[in-house]
Nanobody, 119 residues
Framework: QVHLVESGGGLVQAGGSLRLSCVAS??????????MAWYRQAPGNERELVAA???????NYADSVKGRFTISRDIFKNTAYLQMDSLKPEDTAVYYC???????????WGKGTLVTVSS
């Protein structure tokens, strides 16, 4: 069982930056075995994919964050990151870390961290 803990959320003004971290524990093989992703859910909205980093290093981003957000990982620290720059009020949401591996049929979630962007 992999346990994911997010941190780094908070209140920031529009145009500012935050870096979210997701520490994975309990994994025997390290986070590079998983597709690591960040999702977000704003009040009244469905959870949406923000950014994903495949085990092979391929990244993909929601159109709304392309050029502003960057997903990365440190396999030695078993940590995934989401660098968020040029934040906008519409980025306000709870951000969730996800670790997924289709072959192992596993899909793990953290409890989320709140990001609030003021105008």
């Amino acid at each position: 069982q992999v346990h994911l803990v997010e941190s780094g959320g908070g209140l920031v003004q529009a145009g500012g930056s935050l870096r979210l971290s997701c520490v994975a524990s309990g994994t025997r093989f390290g986070i590079n075995r998983y597709r690591m992703a960040w999702y977000r859910q704003a009040p009244g909205n469905e959870r949406e994919l923000v950014a994903a980093l495949g085990s092979g290093g391929t990244t993909n981003y929601a159109d709304s964050v392309k050029g502003r957000f960057t997903i990365s990982r440190d396999i030695f620290k078993n940590t995934a990151y989401l660098q968020m720059d040029s934040l906008k009020p519409e980025d306000t949401a709870v951000y969730y870390c996800n670790a997924y591996n289709a072959a192992d049929v596993v899909d793990y979630w953290g409890k989320g961290t709140l990001v609030t962007v003021s105008s």
